[in-house]
């Protein structure tokens, strides 16, 4: 069990490019969730998947923000047209769903749009 | 809609000493399951403890329990004998729809050697 591993630690952009994060989740684990976590704040939900599907989408994921999880295993979260109001850490958790409820979190990316 | 309420931005500890975290929620469901996590400086969250809410039994992890009163509707945490790795932000969360994590804006803790 090597944990959650999110890619890259940190990504500093500008307004208007786009960015792609990358999470691997614990392999066994089917289910995989995005959140967004700004300063002072808890973490807000995005999106999850259960293997390769995308389940249920926030009304904070813009359409400017895209989701997927190819084959089940690893996910990517893109933002096109990036803006300063993204900056942000992005948090990957995953889980085993019908075993408990205990997410297992990545260390995030952090995400500063100049 | 499920709602979870840290009203304590800041505590502060010393050490060796006991804190208690304060957490509230709201929500219709009647299964559900209530999380503190632990999110140290520039490190990943992880889960402290864990409480199924029909379970009356109070969670116990260690020198980590919770104070769960189910009517009214509070999932306090407490720390014993207080150590300066426990420094951190602590979120109080509950289980989502989707199972996803409805987190409060959590406490910053720090710890007093």
């Known amino acids: 069990d090597t944990g959650v591993s999110q890619d890259p630690r940190h990504k500093i952009t500008k307004r208007g490019q786009n960015v792609t994060f990358r999470c691997d989740p614990i392999s066994e684990h089917n289910r995989l969730y995005w959140y967004r976590q700004t300063l002072g704040q808890g973490p807000e939900f995005l999106t999850y998947f259960q293997n390769e599907a995308q389940l249920e989408k926030s009304r904070l994921l813009s359409d400017r923000f895209s989701a997927e999880r190819p084959k089940g295993s690893f996910s990517t979260l893109e933002i096109q047209r990036t803006e300063q109001g993204d900056s942000a850490m992005y948090l990957c958790a995953s889980r085993v769903s019908g075993r408990g409820d205990t997410q297992y979190f990545g260390p995030g990316t952090r995400l500063t749009v100049l | 809609a499920q709602t979870v309420t840290q009203s304590q931005p800041e505590m502060s500890v010393q050490e060796a000493e006991t804190v208690t975290l304060s957490c509230t929620y709201d929500t219709s469901e009647s299964d559900y399951y209530l999380f503190w996590y632990k999110q140290p400086p520039s490190r990943q969250m992880i889960l402290v403890i864990r409480q199924e809410a029909y379970k009356q039994q109070n969670a116990t992890e260690n020198r980590f329990s919770v104070n769960f009163q189910k009517a009214a509707k509070s999932f306090s945490l407490k720390i014993s004998d207080s150590q300066l790795g426990d420094a951190a932000m602590y979120f109080c969360?509950?289980?989502?729809?989707?199972?996803?994590?409805?987190f409060g804006k959590g406490t910053k803790l720090s710890v007093k050697p």
């Open positions: 969360a509950q289980r989502g729809s989707q199972g996803n994590l409805i």
